[in-house]
């Protein structure tokens, strides 16, 4: 197998695509291409075919095993990894695809993690009954600081694995690693999702004994990265890669003002079977509402509809705001399908006792409005670089 040429720079890829009318879907295959090592030319031909969870599977697996067969290795590590992405849980291809991918990503960028002096270091830190796997790297120079950075609801950490390199050549130090309910550390250890999170963080920064810490967090990384940081003043930055107040209310402020008032009165009379036939119906026609709610029960151990949306309640800013007292920013896209970027008031109301605040609101006019900005990881990667530079200066 050819591997990956590690002597040149990172490349971070730009470019937002009009790929499928349903608006998850065309996020997801975006994502592919920006994120994870596909190409245009070939997700471009299937894309329109791809109408349900089952068409998403077949389409991604027969792209990435043309892609072996042509000897395309990163393209095929895109395609075997994210056609599992919409695979449930209880599909035995779901973890075998999983686990050809990740196979696949080690041989490939093998010589960035191998030999006597490897440029990232794969690491593992205990945690509970599990290990958190942890990519560490330093910079060439002097370092501009400490970076800890995670993803979130759907997230795995070989997909950031440029975000980290660029963060190096950036002058950072980093450790990037993938907590419960991420990756494989939920595919092949078993740990579902937990809301404080100051206690995975509080491992990794007690293993490497890290002080003065920048935590970034990647979409529902918004809500855990300064929920860790409220806890724990080892972080003394906070940046939030995504307007997250509530997780609860970010998942029902999708729907209509009408379903969401009935929505919180179901909820508040513990009406189960009347949430669960809502959105049973809401998922037969909507993809992305039967995605999440098939995600959510596999990755935080819900029984159905009611238990998720009681679940997401406890990812709640609110009750732990008061307690973040450092300097924060916070990115946003004004066109995110997940997440309504206006609902970074609520987050700024909570904020009372932040060091400093600081809202980035990225646009279509940067290819950056997206959800976690998609389409130019660069230019928000940029902006959170002379941010750290920034506040390091206003501090000394």
Known sequence: MEKY????????????????????????LNRVINWDGGRIEDVQPVAAKIKTSADWKRELIALGDVAISENRVQNAIAYYRMSEFFMYDGDPDKKAYYEKATKLFYEYY?????????????????YENVKLPVMHVVPNGKSRGTILLHGGNDSYFEEFLFTVLYLQEQGFEVYMFEG???????????????????????AVLDFFNLTDVTIIGISLGGYLAPRAAAFDKRITKVVAWSVFPCFQDVIVGMQKPAVQKMFHL???????PLINFVFGKKAKKEPVIDWGLKHGCYAYEAKDAYDYARKLKLYDLEPVADKITQDMLIVGANQ??????????REIN????????????????????????????????????GWIERINAKNA
């Open 336 to 345: 995110d399908h997940f997440i309504d970027y206006t609902l970074v008031g």
């Open 110 to 126: 093998a010589d960035y993690f191998e030999g006597e002096n490897p440029r990232i270091k794969k690491l593992s830190v205990p």
């Open 350 to 385: 909570m904020l009372k006792n932040v060091k400093s605040l600081t809202f980035r609101l990225f646009t279509d006019k940067e290819d950056a409005r997206n959800h976690c900005n998609v389409g130019n990881g660069k230019i928000v990667l940029d902006e959170i670089c």
């Open 180 to 202: 419960p309910g991420q990756g494989g550390v939920m595919r092949l250890q078993g740990m579902h999702f937990t809301h404080e999170w100051e206690k995975p963080v509080k």
């Open 5 to 28: 040429d590690v002597t040149q720079p990172v490349q971070l890829k730009k470019g937002i695509y009009k790929l499928n009318d349903e608006r998850n879907f065309d996020y997801q």
């Open 266 to 272: 179901f909820m508040k009379l513990h009406a189960r």
